[in-house]
C-alpha cells in the first residue's frame, strides 16, 4: 500500500514540476478536452440521428488525432489529413466505379489488386525522406482512406454520399481543432524556434562568463583555480584551503551547469528540424512572416552546436589533471581574459538583435577586439615565451588558447548568419 | 511537359536508389498492402452484412496505422491500441451507466464534463517523457476510445454491444499486422541496433585506419602529408609534386569520407533511441533473448559517439594551416603509428566480437599495448624533445599527441562497456 501511495506522490510531484516547467502544457491539455467535448456537443445537437454514429466518430477522430501542441504541427497534420482525405475517396470512388462495371467475381480481385497496389506504392513513397518530413501523415491518411471508401463501397452504393459526408464531417473537426489552436493561447511553432536559438546564443555566453570567470578567479586565487583537489600540489595548499574549496565547488557546479547546457545544445538537432518543419506551416503572426526564412535559423543553430563541441573541448582541458604553472599561465591571462569577454559580449549583443529581430552591427567591434587579441596571442606564442619549461606543463595552456582562437573564429561565422537572417 | 518528365524521372531513380539501399524497405511496402487485402477480403467474404461498414472499417485502420516497419514498433503501437482500446472502452462504458442514472439534462453535462476532464488529463500525461517514449500511441487512443464510446453511446443503448464488436475487430486487424510483421521476412528492430552498433564501431576503425594510413604516408611521402597546398613550404616541393597532389586527393576523400561517417555517429542518438524502444517490444528471436540488455547499447553508442567528437577534433588538426616540421614529427611517428594502429586492432577484435556475441578477451593485449604506447608517448613529452624550436610549430604535433592518447582512453572504455553487454 505505501508502495502505491509513493507511486501516486511521486507522479503527482512529476506533473506538478512538467507543468511548471512549462505551464503551456496545461494550457494545451484543457484545449484538447474543449475541443473534444464540443465537436462531440456539436453532434448531440444536431438532429439527423441516422448519420450520426459514424460521422460523429470521424469528427471527434480528427480532433484527438489532429491537435498537436504547437499551431503549426496542428496545421500540417490538419492540411495533410483534408488533402489526403479528398484524393484518397476520390480515388477511391474512381476505383469502385470502374471496378463496377465487370462482373461481381471480376470486381472483387480487381478491387483487392488496387488496394494492395496502391497501398504497398504509398508505403514505399513515406521512405522519401523529403516527403516523409512533411507528408507523412497525410500519405498515411491517403493509404486509409482509399481502402475504406474501395472496400466499405463494395457493399454500399451510396459511395458518394458517403465520401462526402465523411469529408464534411473531417473539415468540421479539423477546423474546430484549428481554430482552438490558433485563437485560444496559441503556441507558436516559429516563436519556440527563435526563443530555443536565443536560449542556445544565451548558453554559449553564459559559458564564455564561467570561462572569463575562470579567468578571473586565475587572478584573485592564482594556485586554486586552475587545479584539482587530486593535484599533487594540494598539500601545498593548507593555507588556501577553505577559500580553494568553496571556490573548486562553485567551479565544479558552475562548469556542470554549463555543461549540461552544451549537452542539450548538442543534442538540440532532432527538436531543431522538426520546429522548423512545424513553423513553416504557420500563418504570419505576431512579429513573424509567413515565409520567414526559416532555413537559416537550422544553419544558425548548427554553428552554434560546432562552438559548443568547442567549448565542450576547452572545459575537458580546464578540467584535466595535468596544469600548466601559474608563471606560464600568467603570461597569457590578460589577453585570454580579454579575449573571452569580447566574445562573450558580442554574442550577447546578437542575441538583442534577434531579440528585437534588427540587424544591429553593434557585435562588430567586439568581435574586431576579439581578433585582435587572438592575432596577438598568436604573435605572442611566435616569439617562444617559455624557454625553459617542461613541454608537458605547457601543453593545456596551449591547447587552451588554441581552442580559444578557433571558438573566435566560430563566433564570426555564427554572427555572419545571424546578420543573414536579420536581413 | 519537359520538366515533368524530369520530376518523374528524378522520383524513379530516388526510389530505385531507396529499394536498392534496403530492399526491406519494398518488402515492407508489400507487407502492408498485403495486409490491409487481407483484412478487406476477410470482411468481404464474412456475411453478416449489418456489422460491415463499421467493423470492417475499425480492421482496415488498425493495419494501416498499426503497421510499422520493424516488428518491435508494430507490437509496441498493437499493444498499445488492444490494451488502450479495452481501457479506454470500459471506461467510457461506466461513464454511461453512471450518467443513464440521472436525468437527460443533467446527463448530457456529465458525459461533457467527463470527456473534458478525461481528455485534459490524458493529453498532459502525454508530457511524462517516459510515458510518452513507450505508451505515446496508447494513451491518445485512450482518448479517442472514451470519447467514442461516450458519445455514440449517449444514443444507442446498445454500447455494450458495440464496444464487444469494436475491440475484437480491432484485435482481428491487429493480430493479421503483427503476423505477417513477424512470419513474412520479419524486420527486428534489435538486428538493426545491432548492426548499427557494428557499423559505428567499424567507422571508427576505419578512421582508425585513415588516421594510421596518414601514419604511414608520412613515412613514405615525409613532406607531403601533414601539409597543405596553401603551406609556405609548397613551393620547395616541385620534385614532390605528383606524388604529392596525388596524396594529398587521396587524403582529402578519405578524410572527406570519414568526417562523413562521423557525422553519422554525432547524430546516431535519436535513431537509436527509437531503436531500443522498439528493440524492447520483441520477443526472443535468433541470437537475441526477451530481455536483452537494450539500455547497455545506448552506453556503448554514447561513449562512441563520445570517440567520434574526439577523432572529429583529431581531423580538424590534421587539416589545420599550422603545421609542425617533419624533423620534429619524426621523434613521435613510429610511437602514435603503434597507438593508432593496436587501438584499430582492438576495436575490430571488439566488433568481431560483438558479432558473435561472444565475451572475447582478444582485444585486451592490444589495448595494454596501446596504453603502453600512450606512457611511453606522455614521458617522451617529459624529456623536452624539442629544445630550440618555435612553439606555434609544435602545438599541433601535441595536441594530436593528447588527443590520441584521449582516444586510447576512451577506447578502453567502449571496451570494458562492450564486455558488460557481452556477459
Given amino acids: 500500500f505505501e508502495k502505491m501511495v509513493n507511486v501516486v506522490t511521486g507522479f503527482a510531484k512529476e506533473a506538478k514540476k512538467l507543468g511548471e516547467e512549462d505551464p503551456r502544457r496545461v494550457v494545451h491539455s484543457f484545449k484538447v478536452g474543449l475541443a473534444i467535448t464540443l465537436v462531440s456537443l456539436f453532434y448531440y445537437f444536431d438532429f439527423s440521428y441516422e448519420g450520426f454514429g459514424v460521422n460523429a466518430m470521424w469528427a471527434v477522430m480528427t480532433v484527438v488525432v489532429v491537435f498537436e501542441f504547437s499551431v503549426g504541427a496542428t ?53 522519401f525522406p523529403k516527403l516523409k518530413a512533411r507528408y507523412d501523415y497525410g500519405l498515411l491518411i491517403f493509404i486509409l482512406t482509399f481502402s475504406l471508401i474501395s472496400v466499405s463501397g463494395y457493399r454500399d452504393d451510396e459511395v458518394l454520399d458517403m465520401a462526402h459526408r465523411r469529408l464534411s464531417t473531417i473539415l468540421i473537426g ?55 583537489a587530486k593535484s599533487s600540489m594540494s598539500t601545498n595548499l593548507t593555507g588556501f584551503g577553505r577559500e580553494y574549496f568553496r571556490v573548486e565547488n562553485d567551479k565544479n557546479q558552475e562548469n556542470k551547469a554549463s555543461l549540461d547546457e552544451y549537452k542539450s545544445v548538442l543534442n538540440s538537432k532532432g527538436s531543431e528540424d522538426s520546429l522548423v518543419n512545424f513553423a513553416k506551416w504557420e500563418p504570419r503572426h505576431g512579429k513573424f512572416r509567413y515565409r520567414q526564412p526559416w532555413d537559416q535559423y537550422l544553419k544558425v543553430g548548427s554553428l552554434t552546436r560546432e562552438c559548443a563541441y568547442k567549448i565542450d573541448a576547452l572545459n575537458g582541458y580546464l578540467k584535466s589533471d595535468v596544469q600548466t604553472p601559474i608563471e606560464i599561465r600568467s603570461k597569457i591571462q590578460e589577453t585570454c581574459t580579454k579575449m573571452s569577454s569580447e566574445c562573450s559580449v558580442a554574442l550577447r549583443e546578437l542575441a538583442v538583435g534577434i531579440k528585437t529581430m534588427t540587424c544591429s552591427l553593434s557585435a562588430d567591434p567586439h568581435l574586431l577586439n576579439a581578433k585582435t587579441a587572438a592575432k596577438k596571442l598568436k604573435s605572442l606564442l611566435k616569439t617562444n615565451l617559455w624557454p625553459e619549461t617542461d613541454l608537458l606543463e605547457i601543453v593545456p595552456a596551449v591547447t587552451v588558447v588554441s581552442l580559444l582562437i578557433e571558438i573566435v573564429s566560430c563566433t564570426v561565422k555564427i554572427t555572419d548568419a545571424v546578420h543573414e537572417l536579420a536581413s
Fill in 174 to 228: 479539423g477546423s474546430v481543432t484549428v481554430f482552438i489552436s490558433i485563437f485560444i493561447c496559441p503556441i507558436w511553432a516559429g516563436e519556440d524556434l527563435h526563443k530555443s536559438l536565443l536560449l542556445t546564443l544565451k548558453s554559449l555566453r553564459l559559458s564564455w562568463k564561467v570561462k572569463s570567470c575562470n579567468n578571473e578567479i586565475l587572478i584573485y586565487y592564482p594556485l586554486s583555480c586552475y587545479m584539482n
Fill in 75 to 127: 496545421l500540417g497534420k490538419g492540411v495533410n489529413r483534408a488533402i489526403a482525405t479528398l484524393l484518397g475517396g476520390a480515388l477511391g470512388v474512381g476505383a469502385h466505379r470502374l471496378a463496377s462495371f465487370t462482373g461481381e467475381k471480376i470486381e472483387c480481385i480487381m478491387l483487392g489488386m488496387s488496394v494492395l497496389l496502391i497501398a504497398a506504392a504509398t508505403t514505399f513513397i513515406r521512405f
